[in-house]
Nanobody, 121 residues
Framework: QVQLVESGGGLVQAGGSLRLSCAAS????????GGWFRQAPGKQRELVAA???????YYADSVKGRFTISRDNAKNTLYLEMKSLKPEDTASYYC???????????????WGQGTQVTVSS
């Protein structure tokens, strides 16, 4: 069973930075496309950023210019670089990935367990 192992969450002051990582537990599963979602208490899960197999990226308006999604094919790992963090970015962050090249930015084969990001004011 493939697992996506997340790391990098934590507590940071407003204006600070964090980098989230999401690694596949088995190299037989290639991360060709992926996304980062977040869910704050009492709110619906929302797509924050996505990267396609071709390298095209998508960002929610709320994080444009502050977050960067990337993929390291050699390490089979997905990243989310977060800068200028705001208290409203506080949420559990989940990575998702698929090996197929096609699919929408909401369609994934596997999900990570979630990592907490807390931004203090």
């Amino acid at each position: 069973q493939v697992q996506l192992v997340e790391s990098g969450g934590g507590l940071v002051q407003a204006g600070g930075s964090l980098r989230l990582s999401c690694a596949a537990s088995e190299n037989t599963f290639r991360i060709n496309a992926g996304g980062w979602f977040r869910q704050a208490p009492g709110k619906q899960r929302e797509l924050v950023a996505a990267i396609s197999a071709g390298g095209s990226t998508y960002y929610a308006d709320s994080v444009k210019g502050r977050f960067t999604i990337s993929r390291d094919n050699a390490k089979n790992t997905l990243y989310l670089e977060m800068k200028s963090l705001k208290p409203e970015d506080t949420a559990s962050y989940y990575c998702a990935a698929r090996s197929s090249i096609g699919g929408t930015r909401y369609e994934y084969d596997y999900w990570g367990q979630g990592t907490q990001v807390t931004v203090s004011s």
